[in-house]
């Protein structure tokens, strides 16, 4: 949660942000990609930072999840929690759009169980993406496997009413999933829709440029969108990728102007929902730098659409 001030026709204004805000823990803390160890540690000060509603965590064990609850419980905020299952298959290789069903089977049985422990846990949302991308030919069979997938999900995230995010991501240029472009994730939605209501697209405004997107191309897919992340793509020597660096590091592609711009379409549509930063530190870098200049921008972009200037 935060407050912007502004002039507005000559006199001071001071605005609440209209999301919730919300980070992503495990690429502000690389380090929990791998392991919860520390987890509870880390995540205590994003817990601590009221400028944080949501945090996304990974997978948690237990005992750090043990950690994680009694700070939230002692800080006295109202710190939201979401299940972000994309590690599981971004770095574990689970494929949760197989063709092969015992592999597919594989991801869904943890996905699921992973999801009922989010239930259990309080969480308000699981995420997860698709598998890699397959040849035009075996396209539909794998979108038909992706569907079975997340099915199982959303059944077991419907019984404790939460949503099920599903991220997009380039399908050519770096991380090359499955389901990528919005026109594709929003047919897949709605089929699902027509036995789950809790499935959700998650926009990564970070993906836009790998994808040829731009945040007014969600004005068409309004109802769809569940989830919003803030980040920024990284060029490098001529060549896109989906490296999430701090902004206006070397390289990085998106600004405040684009976040700006999400902003105003995000109000367009009467958006709801909240916005997740998605940055990572780079070598020599803390994360709490990151997560300063990430801030900071996020203020400026909320005041240059109050201001008109987007």
Known sequence: MFYAGIYLGGAEAVVRFPYSVGIVAFMIYPSLLKSDEGASRLVRRLIDDPFFDLLELPPIGVSEWQGISEAASKSG?????ALGMQPEILVRGLNPSSTRE??????????????????????????????????????????????????????????????VYIETFDTDVDKKRLVGRLELAARLVDELRSSYSNVYILWDLSHAPLLGEKPEDLKGYADLIGHIHIGAAKMVEGKLYDYHPGF???GAVNDERDVASLLSVLDDVS????????????????????????????????QLFLEGRV
């Open 271 to 302: 958006y709801r929902g909240a916005v997740s930063f998605e940055v990572k530190p780079e070598e020599g870098q803390l994360s709490e730098e990151v997560i300063a200049s990430s801030k900071s921008v996020l203020v400026r972009a909320f």
């Open 248 to 250: 206006h590091r070397p």
């Open 77 to 81: 905020r109202r710190v939201s929690f």
């Open 102 to 163: 015992e592999e597919r089977k594989e991801a869904e049985e943890r996905l699921v169980a992973l999801t009922g422990e989010a239930c259990s846990r309080g969480y308000t949302g699981v995420a997860l993406c698709s598998g890699p991308n397959v040849p035009e030919s075996d396209k539909d069979r794998a979108l038909e496997s992706f569907k079975k997938t997340v099915s199982a999900i959303a059944e077991k995230a419907g019984e404790c009413g939460i949503p």
